[in-house]
């Protein structure tokens, strides 16, 4: 579950005591950073204004935007996480590989992307044509 919730909504998202990261684009460039305090997460852009907050509570995680707006909802469930809009209605899922590899999936069930961790703990995220799109540290 930790795994996973590092990864989904592009976020590193920890059960830590404290916890923060950079968020880089494909070409190195910082692009926002986050800070996780116990169970909420507070993400930041380039220049260090808020831009949501990510709550954590059992198996779920909360989004809301910068003004405290719910805006999504992931679920864990039985073969991984579900993602929802603000209305309840699904929107896409999570589901790991037997390798480890993250795969983002829409409502439809198509592959959107995925999400490498090296060993070193650096994380990629690709889109479905396998083009990196971002990474976390």
Do not use: H
């Not at 864990?76 to 390798?99: A, I, L």
Request: hydrophobic share 20%; proline share 1%; with cysteine.
């Amino acid at each position: 579950m930790k795994k996973l919730f590092c990864l989904i909504f592009t976020l590193a998202l920890s059960f830590t005591i404290a916890y923060a990261g950079n968020v880089y684009d494909k070409y190195g460039s910082k692009t926002g950073s986050y800070r996780t305090s116990g169970s909420r997460t507070v993400t930041y852009d380039k220049y260090g204004s808020k831009t949501g907050t990510y709550k954590t509570s059992g198996s779920q995680v909360v989004k809301y935007d910068k003004y405290g707006s719910k805006q999504a909802t992931i679920r864990k469930t039985s073969s991984g996480y579900n993602t929802y809009d603000k209305y309840g209605s699904k929107t896409g899922s999570y589901r790991e590989s037997s390798n480890g590899v993250i795969n983002s999936y829409d409502k439809y069930g198509r592959k959107t992307g995925s999400f490498r961790t090296s060993p070193s703990g650096k994380t990629v995220q690709y889109d479905s044509y396998g083009r990196k799109i971002r990474s976390f540290e």
